[in-house]
Nanobody
Framework: QVQLVESGGDVVQPGGSLRLSCSAS??????????TYWYRQLPGKERESVAG???????VYWGSVKGRFFISIDAANNTVNLQMNHLKVEDTGTYFC???????WGQGTQVTVSS
């Protein structure tokens, strides 16, 4: 069974940057063959979409992250990354990735933006 692992979360000051990475166990799984989405769950709120990328590399972004966050596929390392720039306090939350071909969720990675 493929397991997802999100990493890269940290505590950062407003205006800072982080790069999240999504990896998957299982030799038969490739992010280059599916669409993958990043979600986040902000404190006291439901999980929401943040960004997605197709197997062809076409990105899509939601809401306030447009122009600040950038999603990409690293085919060589078989990861999907989320570059987060100009972070705001309201970006604080737990971030998850999920390919559309998988049903399970990873543990997420915590992003805290605080001065």
């Amino acid at each position: 069974q493929v397991q997802l692992v999100e990493s890269g979360g940290d505590v950062v000051q407003p205006g800072g940057s982080l790069r999240l990475s999504c990896s998957a166990s299982g030799s038969d799984f490739s992010f280059s063959r599916t669409s993958t989405y990043w979600y986040r769950q902000l404190p006291g709120k439901e999980r929401e979409s943040v960004a997605g990328i197709s197997s062809a590399g076409s990105p899509v972004y939601w809401g306030s992250v447009k122009g600040r966050f950038f999603i990409s596929i690293d085919a060589a390392n078989n990861t999907v990354n989320l570059q987060m720039n100009h972070l705001k306090v309201e970006d604080t939350g737990t971030y998850f990735c999920k390919p559309i071909t998988l049903q399970t969720w990873g543990q997420g990675t915590q992003v805290t933006v605080s001065s």
